[in-house]
């Protein structure tokens, strides 16, 4: 690999960004569906988490609920399932559920 490691972090975050955008230009919030499962950026402190959370309420103004679907390992302030808030801006991958 040719990358320096230092790098790596940043490269991640501007793909991340690049995605996040990509999405949000060819989405819009009636494309969500509970259930549906979307990926979004978990910050604390100077630590950055991409997690999967599964849509259990759709709420006014763009905003959404739904449970953490990964086991956080580099934030500490969330757990496995618990209950999570965000606003559909925030979203940068969805995976349909099936049925």
Same mark, same amino acid.
């Given at each position: 690999?040719?990358?320096?490691?230092?790098?790596?972090?940043?490269?991640?975050?501007?793909?991340?960004?690049?995605?996040?955008?990509?999405w949000?230009?060819?989405?819009?919030?009636?494309?969500?569906e509970?259930?549906?499962?979307? #990926?979004? %950026?978990?910050?604390?402190?100077?630590?950055?988490e *991409?997690?999967?959370?599964?849509?259990?309420? !759709?709420l006014?103004? $763009?905003?959404?609920?739904?449970?953490?679907?990964?086991?956080?390992?580099?934030? #500490?302030? %969330?757990?496995?399932?618990?209950?999570?808030?965000? *606003?559909?801006?925030?979203?940068?991958d969805? !995976?349909?559920?099936? $049925?």
């Amino acid at each position: 690999m040719s990358e320096d490691p230092q790098n790596i972090g940043k490269v991640h975050k501007k793909c991340a960004e690049k995605r996040k955008y990509q999405w949000q230009k060819n989405h819009k919030l009636s494309d969500v569906e509970i259930k549906d499962y979307v #990926k979004i %950026k978990f910050v604390e402190e100077n630590r950055t988490e *991409h997690m999967w959370i599964q849509i259990t309420e !759709i709420l006014e103004n $763009g905003q959404l609920k739904g449970t953490i679907e990964n086991e956080p390992v580099v934030i #500490k302030n %969330k757990l496995y399932k618990s209950s999570h808030s965000f *606003h559909f801006s925030e979203i940068q991958d969805l !995976i349909k559920r099936k $049925g």
